[in-house]
């Protein structure tokens, strides 16, 4: 069994990003904004009511208050104040999510604060101590990292997460978007995702095979041809005999 994932919700105002209701009708857990790097009330309260229609499971999408960067600059913010942040954040879209007839079931940071809280474990732990205390949930983030080890030390879930549609690094992490082939194509994220899912193990940059352990596989929202990937990417998880079902 893996689930299919993909950053939704991140328009603002009469901005739109994405088309997330063909996506809904495709993946298995949406990561929704909860308004710091997008996202506001409305497309919230909206994407919450789609995906609990079409049976998504919803996670909460936390980045550092940054509208203006899309989440995607470093931050630095005290450890404490992090924390506070990531939990208004949960907070603000189980509200939604209840109103719609489900709850947040786990946490996934975004950007900026997904490579920081991999990296940095004082960041890895004001993220997960925000998890644990809204009711324990689990986190969805880079296999081996630091925010796997501070979901251990908080006692919590950490669902390990491999992504089709972005090239990795040989240590396992993900490439920078500013850099060249960054982000993949339809049939190299199509053969990245099959790699990943049957035997643990992709291509990274240099064309060696680097491990990636996953329970979950995203495709970006805001990628090109995204619908069209997360349902190639499906099928072919299908034909192989895997079977697609949400983690939490």
């Known amino acids: ?24 009708e495709i993946v298995t857990s949406a990561n929704i904004a909860c308004g710091f ?7 919230m309260r909206r994407t919450c009511e789609l ?32 924390s506070d942040e990531c939990l208004y954040q949960i907070g603000a879209l189980d509200a939604f999510a209840r109103a719609a007839g489900d709850r947040v079931r786990y946490v996934k940071p975004h950007g900026a604060l997904y490579h920081a809280a991999s990296a940095d ?12 205390s809204f009711g324990g949930l689990g986190l969805l983030g880079l296999p081996g990292s630091q925010l796997a080890a501070a979901a ?22 993900l490439v920078s978007r500013s850099a060249p ?13 099959v790699s990943i ?18 329970r979950s596989l995203c495709v970006h929202g805001d990628s090109p041809g995204a ?11 299908v034909g192989k005999g895997i079977g697609v079902e949400a983690f939490a």
Do not use: C, K
């Open 37 to 43: 790097h997008a996202g506001d009330p409305s497309i």
């Open 181 to 193: 082939g960054s982000v993949l194509d339809e049939e190299s994220a199509l053969a990245q995702a």
């Open 121 to 132: 474990r004082a960041v890895a732990d004001a993220v997960a101590g925000a998890a644990a």
């Open 152 to 173: 251990a030390a908080a006692g919590i879930e950490f669902y390990a997460e491999g992504f089709a549609d972005r090239a990795y690094t040989p240590a396992g992490t």
């Open 197 to 214: 899912a049957v035997d643990g193990q992709t291509s990274d940059v240099d064309g060696a095979r680097v491990a990636v352990h996953a």
């Open 51 to 82: 995906a609990v229609a079409r049976g998504v499971r919803i996670g909460a999408h936390i980045s550092y208050r940054d509208l203006a960067g899309f989440g995607r600059r470093a931050m630095a913010v005290p450890p404490r104040e992090l």
């Open 227 to 237: 619908v069209a990937m997360a349902r190639a990417i499906r099928d072919a998880l």
């Open 1 to 24: 069994m893996i689930d299919l994932n993909s950053d939704l919700g991140e328009g603002f105002g009469a901005w739109s990003m994405g088309d997330d209701a063909a996506l809904l």
